[in-house]
């Protein structure tokens, strides 16, 4: 099966609790119904606002209670509250508000995992052949430094473990070892020692073996790919869309401490469904070896 179809198959054996703040939307609330319906797992609504969730928000990020209180009456505020309180475990927002207000609800509420210095973005992507490969970061970040690129590795290598089962990370350049230089190359060095992965190395030398042994690395056959810009991995994912009819599933936000998932403003009922379903994979507990091997019921 494909990593979509464990998926769904994880989603129903865990029935993760999901928030959903903008569950006025009308695709959202189709969506719901469906994910309920097929038992994808547990929408929730927004909860009442409480001194919990001010409270959560004010011990865990430090800020003043009158300025606590002010966010938990915004709806994005109030989830991320609840998925720090445990309430739900993900969030999934984005359907009618731009991608940097869910980044600084799920930033100010939530918080950034252990090691990670900042939220980032990847695409799943599923080729006609087969193969699923992460791309990141194709959404978020600019240009980011040598440290920033390092934290975006390493989330989308436990994004990879939490969907694919294993992370085989290949942080990207238009030279491989030490066949090039220039300030990109270097950035793209520096960030592959930080992270602890191969770097930096060309595309087709990451996915083709033959190509890598001729270039002189050992073999990556590479499932994460780190591209060193936005402009790089948006332009990549969307060649491999048209070009190779890769579908993309994403972007999906990745480095928070749970799950969160930001909707494109676009999103039709069946991509918040998909969308929901691969968030909900990404919960603790899930991996790809439980999508393979669900529990036997009874």
Known sequence: ???????????????????????????????????????????????????????????????KEVIAKRMVSKPLYRAAAMVALGEADAMVAGADVPTRRVIEAASIGIGLADGVSLPSSFFLMVFPDGRELVFADCAVNVAPDAAQLADIARASAASAKALLGTARVAMLSFSTGTSGDGDSVARVREAAELAGFAGPVQADAALNDSIAAKKGIEALDANVLIFPSLDAGNIGYKLCQELAGAQALGPFLQGFARPVCDLSRGASVDDIVAATVLTAAQVRGICRTRLMSPPASG
């Open 1 to 63: 099966m494909t990593v979509l179809e464990n998926a769904f198959e994880a989603a129903k054996a865990r029935r993760a609790r999901v928030v959903f703040p903008e569950m006025e939307d009308a695709r959202v609330a189709e969506a719901t119904q469906r994910l309920r319906a097929e038992g994808l797992c547990e929408p929730l609504p927004l909860a009442e606002p409480s001194e919990a969730h001010v409270e959560a928000l004010v011990t865990a990020r430090g800020l």
